[in-house]
């Protein structure tokens, strides 16, 4: 099958390495804004391919076959002949809504499209394009070659018929789908967003060290990695934007984000991206 991946981030970039060594995905097309991004996308691709090799996790024939499928991109365009298309841009309502309603004018109506989103409406994604009844949520983890959920998120029209193939297109990717209800932060998320926030408050009260709250979690809680490291891990841009759209879909003050949270998104603090975040990269 053909597969479009849109975007070039760290998403985006970890979906095209899990499906570029997969049987099932014959080419992908890394469609970013513009060529050099593509192209850089597509490197990012290559060093984790090459350390796949080194750990003899795959072969040299194994790893040229996986990058000679991924054709970068900048043309929308190119997505013309996908059977599924995944969207992993910045997690912004506004920039999705703007892709999908260009991309209306390239997919066909028998295209998958679906959308990593970590929170956003699919239902409203759908509401744009061509046929809603095949937009749906793909919603991985990062680092996506390594965690094994996918959330697949159910839009108010998503058909069964999607939800079953795309299980099915999961499971064989070696991942573990659940299948999910269209509702703010979907099942993850909603738990571990406020987790973080939660964290931050701790932080900010002075309660702990950055350090000594991720030890607590660690070692008190068996979590592979602290709150903060999994905030900077994730991103703070990303982290705020969950909590924003926690609480502006409920209402609830529970979800409201910490202040320390959105200082530190103005401060460029964002985490490994920026090498800055709760903690130093
Ligand atoms: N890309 C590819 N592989 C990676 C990786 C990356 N970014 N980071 C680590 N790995 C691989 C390593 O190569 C290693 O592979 P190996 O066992 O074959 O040698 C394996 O993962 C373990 O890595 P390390 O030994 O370096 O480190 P750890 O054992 O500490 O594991 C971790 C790192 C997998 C990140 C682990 O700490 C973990 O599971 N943390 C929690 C991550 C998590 O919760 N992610 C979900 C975030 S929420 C989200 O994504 C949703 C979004 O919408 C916000």
Do not use: W
Request: some cysteine; charged content about 20%; glycine content about 6%.
């Amino acid at each position: 099958m053909e597969v479009s991946i849109i975007g070039s981030g760290t998403m985006a970039t970890g979906i095209t390495q899990v499906l570029c060594v997969n049987d099932q995905v014959t080419k992908i097309n890394l469609i970013a804004r513009n060529d050099n991004k593509a192209l850089l996308a597509k490197a990012v691709c290559e060093k984790s391919i090459s350390r796949l090799v080194r750990k003899g996790k795959l072969t040299e024939a194994q790893s040229i076959n996986a990058l000679e499928k991924i054709y970068p991109s900048s043309l929308l365009s190119s997505v013309i002949a996908s059977d599924l298309v995944i969207e992993a841009v910045a997690e912004d309502f506004i920039i999705k809504m703007e892709l999908f309603s260009e991309l209306y004018n390239y997919v066909k109506g028998s295209t998958i499209i679906a959308s990593n989103t970590s929170s956003l409406s699919i239902t409203a994604f759908g509401s744009v394009l061509p046929n809603s009844k095949n937009v749906v949520g793909l919603h991985f983890f990062n680092p996506a070659p390594v965690m094994e959920l996918v959330e697949i998120v159910v839009g108010h029209e998503t058909s069964e018929d999607v939800v079953q193939y795309l299980k099915v297109f999961t499971q064989n990717l070696g991942k573990s789908p659940v299948v999910v209800q269209e509702a703010p932060g979907f099942v993850v998320n909603r738990m571990l967003i406020p987790m973080i926030n939660e964290a931050v408050s701790i932080l900010a009260e002075g309660i702990a060290t950055a350090v000594d709250i991720d030890k607590a979690m660690k070692f008190g809680a068996h979590h592979p990695m602290g709150p903060l490291a999994l905030a900077d891990l994730i991103g703070n841009d990303v982290n705020l934007s969950i909590m924003e759209t926690l609480y502006s879909e409920t209402g609830d003050p529970k979800y409201r984000a910490h202040p320390l949270l959105r200082k530190m998104v103005r401060a460029n603090h964002l985490g490994r991206k920026t090498k800055k975040g709760f903690f130093e990269y």
